[in-house]
């Protein structure tokens, strides 16, 4: 922060590669499970969060920052976890004695990932960094109730009729969403899905709930993500605004009358607890938020300290000054919390009791900040994004109890 000094940060031309064993008889040789392991692992999360964007992720062998072209290129194989699992299932490379472990030619699947202690090389290597992409691969995820029910639904709502709507946000950038109106509507649900998510992923399992108790949905593509323009994904801060967008259209579709509220999930939640703190048309009668983190840094530093075990302080400063210069604010420290201390709606905060992403105390902290009337819904046994799934009945029961006093 010093005037006398001015910070220039530019990428560098080395890059960070892993091979593979693709020797006869290996494991790796067999291009069908090679292609697999591709699609799980989520490179921009490990090059963005993992090593506090000391990388950056691509997919050729020269580094994109080299004039050659790279953004003509096409990535052959883009983060997909569920068509990694549907790649091995259709190989037959399954788990036959259900032990949680695929196997390939009669061999259990078991992968050694191997690096030295350089340029964060060995933090690459961290167990929890592989562990999403080892489950998909060892089918663990594959025979979980939860992830079937999940695809299940998802794929069931991408392929309900709907009206796809594209609007002009605030500063510009193109937002599409979804609608999906009911007859004789009784309120309109603006739904905000999470990070790196999709629509119809995130809300599938609840969109017959909101269908039967006769809500029309506007379903929101967030900026950055889907179909929607943006090149950055703002974590909330950004986002709070495409609410009001998409309010205003809302509005101008359906007249005043119906109450409107906002609903979202993880990052979606974050969205919709921000654009709490702004000033919100009448017709909006409440917000309903599962398991939101308060703010970009402080999810970034839980995941960072909790889930991946590496030190942040270095690796926050440099997420930090990322977020800066894609956004051209320090939005990164702004919280549910502070926004929710002028919140004038009625809220009602749902999260998972055994929540291993967002921790609990989070929504502890904006109950607690909320000025205005609030619900809170704590569902035992629930990870993150699951409270529905788990309480079903006990999550339908408290949305209906929080209309029914605000419509």
Known sequence: NDPNFTVTIAPGIRTGICHMNVSEGKLLSNATLRHAIFKAIDRDTMCAVTVGGLYTAGFSVLPSNLDYGYSNLTNPDPYDPEEAMRILDEAGIVDTNGDGIRELDGKEIMLKYVTYPNRCLDTFAEPRVFQKAGNLISGTQSGNAFQEELRTAAEKLAQKENETV???????????????????????????????????????????????????????????????????????????????????????????????????????????????????????????????????????????????????????????????????????????????????????????????????????????????????????????????????EGYEAAGLDFWRQYD
């Open 166 to 392: 594209t609007i002009t946000g605030h500063d510009g950038v193109p937002l599409v969403g979804h609608w999906i109106p009911c007859e004789n509507a009784k309120r309109v649900i603006i739904a905000m899905h999470g990070w790196r998510s999709a629509w119809y992923k995130d809300f599938g399992m609840v969109s017959d709930c909101w269908e039967r108790n006769r809500c029309s949905v506007l379903y929101a593509e967030q900026r950055g993500q889907g179909n929607s323009g943006g090149d950055f994904i703002g974590f909330g801060p950004i986002e709070r605004y495409d609410c009001l967008d998409w309010i205003h259209w809302v509005s101008e579709r359906c007249g005043t009358e119906l109450p409107i509220y906002l609903c979202g999930v993880s990052m979606g939640a974050t969205t919709v607890l921000m654009a709490a703190g702004l000033d919100l048309p009448e017709n909006v009668h409440g917000i309903m938020a599962d398991c939101g983190f308060t703010s970009p840094h402080a999810i970034w530093k839980h995941v960072a300290n909790h889930n991946l075990h590496i030190p942040f302080r270095r690796r926050g400063i440099l997420a930090d000054t990322l977020y800066e210069r894609k956004t051209q604010s320090d939005a990164a420290y702004e919280s549910t919390v502070d926004a929710l201390r002028h919140c004038r709606v009625p809220v009602m905060l749902i999260h998972g009791a055994d929540d291993h992403f967002v921790p609990l105390e989070m929504t502890y902290e904006n109950y607690t900040a909320c000025a205005s009337p609030k619900k809170l819904f704590i569902v035992p046994g629930a990870d993150h994004g699951m409270s529905y799934f788990v309480d079903r």
